[in-house]
């Protein structure tokens, strides 16, 4: 399983590069505004600074809804830097531009997935990466973790080469969920990644192997 960090925040993406275990990086049009990051320009050149730092893929969302500024827009995120993959949301004219720039051989991330038939519809146009939103989800009582295992599971059946990309993710335990049903990446904020380093027995236990080694 991927872990791709989601935020724009440069040192959060630094400190999970440094830890060793990230995969990629996602942002969204909120993230990028929490960051300050406003203009056209100033997006791009925020898009090339993270490129800079991962060895990963970067999932660069649109704001167009409709198709020919989606192509438009779409094209020119992928041309910022190779690792750049355009998130594009579940839309009608989502789906017809995911077909479109796939043909062109540009990766697309379909977003704001929240049901099987949608990430059956985002598959079948081609997408490298579906994100179904599983805390959004649970924010409203639903399952998010059955939503991912749902889509993973007709994913192999078809053999559909699009990745299941489980976001909004909120704490660690949706993320050893998503590992138990087979998601390829999980995208999350720092903390959550963090949180599964955590154990009071390895606190406790290395504290006592510590103070054994240095008993006189
Ligand atoms: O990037 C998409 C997704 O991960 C957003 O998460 O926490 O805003 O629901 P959240």
Redesign the pocket.
């Known amino acids: 399983m991927k872990f791709f960090i ?1 935020t724009a925040n440069l040192n959060q993406i630094r400190e999970a590069m440094d830890l060793g275990i990230l995969d990629g990086v ?3 049009p ?2 990028m505004a929490k960051e300050g990051i406003r203009g056209e320009e100033n997006v791009k050149k925020h898009y090339i600074d993270i490129c800079n730092i991962v060895d990963g893929d970067v999932s660069a969302e649109v704001i167009s809804t409709d198709f020919e500024g989606i192509i438009r827009e779409g094209k020119i995120l992928a041309d910022l830097h190779p690792q750049i993959v355009v998130k594009v949301p579940m839309i009608r004219e989502g789906v017809k531009a995911i077909r479109h720039l796939t043909q062109e051989g540009i990766r697309t991330n379909c ?1 704001l997935v929240f049901s099987a038939g949608q990430a059956i519809l985002a598959a079948k146009a081609g997408a490298t990466y579906v ?1 179904p ?1 599983m ?2 989800l649970d924010d409203i009582s639903t399952d998010g973790v059955e939503l991912i295992a749902q889509i993973v599971d007709i994913y192999r059946y078809y053999e559909f080469d699009t990745q299941v990309l489980a ?4 704490h660690t335990m949706h993320i050893i969920q998503c590992a138990e049903v087979g998601a390829d990446v999980v ?1 999350c904020p720092l903390q959550p990644i963090l949180g599964l380093l955590r154990h009071p027995l390895t606190d406790s236990g290395l504290e006592k192997f510590l103070a054994d080694h240095n008993k006189k």
Request: proline letters at 0%; glycine letters at 6%; charged letters at 20%.
């Open positions: 989601d996602t942002t969204n909120s993230l977003t994100s939103f805390g959004r976001a909004s993710i909120r995208t």
